[in-house]
């Protein structure tokens, strides 16, 4: 028995000197996001959509920030407790939630969370088989809210968003999901811990299994649940973003323009997105039928709410992430109950080639 203190990744100890200069980088790529945008939208444009602003609907912002909070939870927790184990108290895991919904602390995704599952007493390659299966699930259910309002935007004869965007949303994800299925079935237990890139691609598969015993499995759809629950509501807020700027948006053209405009996610993308969101999601709102202007301002808005908002917590959460790493973790191997269906099948493989 050991301690994974020596795991901690090193920006959890940064000086707060370093931290306010990411918080300031942070900040200026957002301003130069928008100024950019602003300046496609026409600076004039802007104020005018601005003199529109109706402060109430920042309720709405507000509520649908929360609820994604809650949805967020119950998806890390439906991944880190899947099969029984490993496990976190629950202030240890409401930090972890803290610095992946932020995205601030989250660094890119994976460093916080493989510590955290590492402390808990996962295995090293439990830990990346869950963080990666984190990550699939995040953009994998926002493919499938895509994919039904894409539907829904071809059913009713919407002209914006146009169907070279809807087309794509309608027809990939579903043989995507089942054909990753049958890859990691069918070959990820030959490459399960085998050296180089074939272990790195095994473990990838892994994760694929890993996502799809959720799906099959009715007691741990709370994952599954919790993330939907998390997209649905953050598109609330952002669609309540634009309302405060007098522009209800159709829910079908919001949901195409977010899932198109989020090449990456708070938790996965440095510094939360900073500055590429900004600049990315107005356009595809835009794109999607919402006037430029408000796209901008209601997306500025809505970032500046996400994401500086929750920041105080997740610093606040600092203390207890650090402290993870303090209690003996194990150190071996468990595979997650997630890879049985692999192992299963290697051993059918062998008894049938010996």
Same mark, same amino acid.
């Given at each position: 028995? #050991?301690?994974?203190?020596?795991?901690?990744?090193?920006?959890?100890? /940064?000086?707060?000197?370093?931290? $306010?200069?990411?918080?300031?980088?942070?900040? #200026?790529?957002?301003?130069?996001?928008?100024?950019?945008?602003?300046?496609?939208?026409?600076?004039?444009? !802007?104020?005018? +959509?601005?003199?529109?602003?109706?402060?109430?609907?920042?309720?709405?912002?507000?509520?649908?920030?929360?609820? =994604?909070?809650?949805?967020?939870?119950?998806?890390? *927790?439906?991944?880190?407790?899947?099969?029984?184990?490993?496990?976190?108290?629950?202030? *240890?895991?409401?930090?972890?939630?803290?610095?992946?919904?932020?995205?601030?602390? +989250?660094?890119?995704?994976?460093? !916080?969370?493989?510590?955290?599952?590492?402390?808990?007493?996962?295995?090293?390659?439990?830990?990346?088989?869950?963080?990666?299966?984190?990550?699939?699930?995040?953009?994998?259910?926002? =493919?499938?809210?895509?994919?039904?309002?894409?539907?829904? !935007?071809?059913?009713?004869?919407?002209?914006?968003?146009?169907?070279?965007?809807?087309?794509?949303?309608?027809?990939?994800?579903?043989?995507?999901?089942?054909?990753?299925?049958?890859?990691?079935? /069918?070959?990820?237990?030959?490459?399960?811990?085998?050296?180089?890139?074939?272990?790195?691609?095994?473990?990838?598969?892994?994760?694929?299994?890993?996502?799809?015993?959720?799906?099959?499995?009715?007691?741990?759809? =709370?994952?599954?649940?919790?993330?939907?629950?998390?997209? @649905?509501?953050?598109?609330?807020?952002?669609?309540?973003?634009?309302?405060?700027?007098?522009?209800?948006?159709?829910?079908? /053209?919001?949901?195409?323009?977010?899932? #198109?405009?989020?090449?990456? #996610?708070?938790?996965?993308?440095?510094?939360?997105?900073?500055? !590429?969101?900004?600049?990315?999601?107005?356009?595809?709102?835009?794109?999607?039928?919402?006037?430029?202007?408000?796209?901008?301002?209601? @997306?500025?808005?809505?970032?500046?709410?996400?994401?500086?908002?929750?920041?105080?917590?997740?610093?606040? $959460?600092?203390?207890?992430?650090?402290?993870?790493?303090?209690?003996?973790?194990?150190?071996?191997?468990?595979?997650?109950?997630?890879?049985?269906? *692999?192992?299963?099948?290697?051993?059918?493989?062998?008894?049938?080639?010996?």
């Amino acid at each position: 028995m #050991t301690t994974v203190a020596s795991e901690q990744p090193r920006f959890l100890h /940064r000086p707060k000197h370093h931290q $306010a200069l990411l918080i300031a980088l942070a900040l #200026t790529l957002q301003l130069a996001a928008a100024a950019g945008v602003a300046d496609i939208a026409g600076f004039h444009s !802007v104020a005018l +959509a601005a003199e529109h602003f109706d402060p109430a609907w920042l309720l709405g912002v507000a509520g649908g920030l929360l609820v =994604s909070f809650v949805g967020y939870h119950f998806a890390y *927790q439906g991944i880190f407790k899947a099969g029984g184990q490993p496990l976190l108290s629950p202030s *240890q895991l409401r930090a972890v939630v803290c610095a992946g919904f932020g995205g601030f602390l +989250a660094h890119s995704g994976a460093a !916080v969370d493989h510590y955290a599952l590492r402390a808990a007493g996962a295995g090293e390659r439990q830990a990346r088989i869950r963080v990666w299966a984190l990550g699939g699930l995040e953009h994998g259910l926002l =493919s499938i809210l895509g994919l039904l309002a894409s539907v829904v !935007v071809l059913v009713l004869g919407y002209h914006s968003p146009p169907a070279n965007v809807t087309l794509p949303w309608a027809v990939i994800p579903l043989p995507g999901f089942l054909v990753a299925f049958y890859l990691a079935r /069918r070959f990820g237990p030959n490459l399960r811990e085998r050296p180089g890139w074939r272990g790195v691609a095994g473990d990838f598969l892994g994760a694929i299994s890993f996502i799809r015993r959720l799906f099959e499995r009715r007691s741990e759809w =709370s994952s599954l649940l919790g993330m939907e629950l998390f997209w @649905i509501a953050d598109g609330f807020a952002a669609w309540a973003a634009l309302a405060c700027f007098g522009y209800h948006m159709n829910g079908a /053209r919001l949901a195409v323009g977010l899932a #198109t405009g989020a090449v990456f #996610t708070r938790r996965t993308g440095p510094l939360a997105g900073s500055g !590429v969101l900004s600049l990315v999601l107005p356009l595809t709102l835009w794109y999607s039928g919402a006037p430029l202007p408000i796209a901008l301002l209601g @997306i500025f808005l809505f970032c500046l709410i996400s994401v500086w908002v929750p920041m105080p917590v997740s610093f606040a $959460a600092l203390r207890t992430l650090r402290r993870l790493g303090e209690k003996p973790a194990a150190r071996g191997e468990p595979e997650p109950s997630h890879s049985s269906d *692999q192992e299963a099948e290697s051993k059918r493989v062998a008894g049938t080639t010996g």
